[in-house]
Nanobody, 115 residues
Framework: QVQLVESGGGLVQPGESLRLSCAASRNIFGISTVGWYRQAPGKERELVAQITRRGMTNYADSVKGRFTISREDAKNTVYLQMNSLKPEDSAVYYC?????????WGQGTQVTVSS
């Protein structure tokens, strides 16, 4: 079993930045795919960014050039740097780690972008 704890959410104004963190209870990032997802009220959960065990990344078109996913294996932590935030980025953000035979989600952290 792996526990994931997200942090770093909050209320910011449009154009500002936030960095989300996802800390795992043990280090399995090196053999896993880690993704950040988000879900806004009334909408389906969507993939925002993903990093594979080999460090390859991919992003939703809506966040390309603004968000960056990165991994710090020594701290069992994955980050999502979010720049130039927009009101439409407001959502609960979830961390997910998956691999062969396992799939874990964090509890989510709220991001609200509003003036």
């Amino acid at each position: 079993q792996v526990q994931l704890v997200e942090s770093g959410g909050g209320l910011v104004q449009p154009g500002e930045s936030l960095r989300l963190s996802c800390a795992a209870s043990r280090n399995i990032f090196g053999i896993s795919t880690v993704g950040w997802y988000r879900q806004a009220p009334g909408k389906e959960r969507e993939l925002v960014a993903q990093i594979t065990r080999r460090g390859m990344t991919n992003y939703a078109d809506s966040v390309k050039g603004r968000f960056t996913i990165s991994r710090e294996d020594a701290k069992n932590t994955v980050y999502l740097q979010m720049n130039s935030l927009k009101p439409e980025d407001s959502a609960v953000y979830y961390c997910r780690i998956s691999g062969y035979g396992y799939d874990y989600w964090g509890q989510g952290t709220q991001v609200t972008v509003s003036s």
